[in-house]
């Protein structure tokens, strides 16, 4: 008896393209996609052609200036202050409380459910960077100025409702964020010496 070559036994690869597609609908399906998100911002109205110029001066007290440098360094308001005090800076002016000259005009807004309130909703807080800039100093000053619209809120549920902003059902809300919405403006980051 010859011997012969001996034959090496074939894989079936038919189904290999089936697994193939099964793992990937697998891992497509359970794998958690980060996604991009935004910040909320609502820019100042542009000036009206016919404005005078005591309505631009009226204006301005309207306007807090945040400029963050690229030593990191906080300007608000015309004074250099720390990030950890920049909260409080924030909350005096959109508040107004004593309705003083050099903050943010009241208007009497009508609410649903807390009635005629004096607020400053004309008030914009704007925030303007370098280019270099940290990253991580840039989330803190965003994160504190979003807190102080946070902490103005809860203390105005907490007031009229005797819950923190978030318990508050969607009418309560709209009507605590008409009292303080939040009007954040960024103007385009500038590379330090432009003009």
Partial sequence: MAKGKKEVPELNSSSTADI???LLIFFLLTTSMDTDQGLARRLPPPPEQN???DDIKLKERNVLQVFLNFQDQLLCGGEYIGVSDLRKKAKEF???EANEANKPEKHVIHTNLLGDMEATTNHVISLRCDRGTSYNSYIAVQNELVAAYNELRDELANAR????YSDCDEIQQEDIR???PQN????????????
């Fill in 20 to 22: 193939s597609f099964l």
């Fill in 51 to 53: 404005q005078k110029n």
């Fill in 94 to 96: 959109i508040a107004n």
């Fill in 161 to 164: 409702f005797g819950k923190v």
């Fill in 178 to 180: 008409a009292v303080y």
């Fill in 184 to 195: 954040i403006s960024e103007a385009e980051p500038k590379k330090y010496g432009d003009k």
